[in-house]
């Protein structure tokens, strides 16, 4: 099933698949892992899979819910649609023949604009050939240092109608950021009880270069304890520009 979604940059959620394990520094306080518990505790069926123990914990194993496959199909108005907000579509254990699946619902469905995000660029870039990539598909990576940056090269390979970053949660600076064929950036500090602070120079130098390569830049939340607890004011302005919507192409 989706649900309306209070990520800034998004409207609703879409999960073909749940469940992940940490790759990286980003990974460290993960809102979906400590999502996920609290859901299994409520009962939720989506969740009830502890796994391979080697992941993150239980509830968090990676899952197929097929039966998910034809919720898109059932929404009539435009929707920007993040995809596996609970999970990662190219970890290892998501068959390439899952990930078709859903990438032929998003090309069936043109009047919806999807987003997917993934930390796994490695995978992604060499599957990249093996996939019809529909025009509605916005594809992003997760850059959260500058020891991730490798990521932002695996996704300019990806033939994706609009490639994008998030760098969130942005642990440090992005220095020698190349923003070539990228066409959006998202900018954010951790939240939650053990938040890392976040520069706002490191904000702002992401900021400018995206200002002077012409590319729409969002700054979703300054973190704490709460998402919502820094605010989102960058220098006395809210910062959401975004790209083109696909569904609003004529």
Same mark, same amino acid.
């Given at each position: 099933?989706? !649900?309306?979604?209070?990520?800034?940059?998004?409207?609703?959620?879409?999960?073909?698949?749940?469940?992940?394990?940490?790759?990286?520094? *980003?990974?460290?306080?993960?809102?979906?892992?400590?999502?996920?518990?609290?859901?299994?505790?409520?009962?939720?069926?989506?969740?009830?899979?502890?796994? %391979?123990?080697?992941?993150?914990?239980?509830?968090?194993?990676?899952?197929?819910?097929?039966?998910?496959?034809?919720?898109?199909?059932?929404?009539?108005?435009?929707?920007?649609?993040?995809?596996?907000?609970?999970?990662?579509?190219?970890?290892?254990?998501?068959?390439?023949?899952?990930?078709?699946?859903?990438?032929?619902?998003?090309?069936?469905?043109?009047?919806?604009?999807?987003?997917?995000?993934?930390?796994?660029?490695?995978?992604?870039?060499?599957?990249? *050939?093996?996939?019809?990539?529909?025009?509605?598909?916005?594809?992003?990576?997760?850059?959260? !240092?500058?020891?991730?940056?490798?990521?932002?090269?695996?996704?300019?390979?990806?033939?994706?109608?609009?490639?994008?970053?998030?760098?969130?949660?942005?642990?440090?600076?992005?220095?020698?950021?190349?923003?070539? *064929?990228?066409?959006?950036?998202?900018?954010?500090?951790? !939240?939650?009880?053990?938040?890392?602070?976040?520069?706002?120079?490191?904000?702002? %130098?992401?900021?400018?270069?995206?200002?002077?390569?012409?590319?729409?830049?969002?700054?979703?939340?300054?973190?704490?304890?709460?998402?919502?607890?820094?605010?989102?004011?960058?220098?006395?302005?809210?910062?959401?520009?975004?790209?083109?919507?696909?569904?609003?192409?004529?």
């Amino acid at each position: 099933m989706s !649900s309306q979604s209070t990520i800034e940059w998004t409207e609703v959620t879409w999960n073909p698949t749940t469940g992940c394990d940490k790759v990286s520094a *980003g990974c460290d306080n993960c809102y979906a892992l400590a999502l996920s518990k609290r859901l299994k505790a409520m009962g939720a069926e989506k969740y009830q899979n502890d796994g %391979d123990p080697r992941t993150s914990g239980p509830g968090f194993g990676v899952t197929l819910h097929p039966d998910t496959l034809t919720q898109p199909y059932r929404w009539h108005l435009p929707r920007v649609v993040f995809v596996n907000s609970m999970s990662d579509l190219f970890h290892a254990k998501v068959p390439l023949d899952f990930v078709r699946q859903i990438f032929e619902v998003i090309a069936a469905t043109p009047q919806h604009t999807y987003q997917v995000l993934t930390k796994r660029s490695t995978r992604l870039r060499k599957l990249a *050939g093996q996939l019809d990539w529909p025009s509605n598909l916005w594809m992003g990576v997760s850059v959260e !240092s500058a020891d991730q940056l490798c990521r932002v090269d695996n996704l300019r390979q990806v033939p994706a109608a609009v490639r994008f970053l998030s760098c969130e949660p942005l642990l440090g600076p992005l220095p020698g950021l190349s923003l070539d *064929g990228i066409g959006w950036v998202i900018t954010g500090g951790e !939240s939650g009880p053990h938040a890392r602070p976040v520069d706002p120079a490191w904000v702002r %130098d992401i900021r400018d270069a995206c200002q002077q390569s012409d590319v729409a830049f969002f700054h979703k939340q300054w973190g704490g304890r709460t998402p919502k607890s820094g605010g989102r004011v960058l220098d006395g302005e809210i910062w959401d520009e975004m790209p083109k919507l696909a569904a609003h192409n004529s």
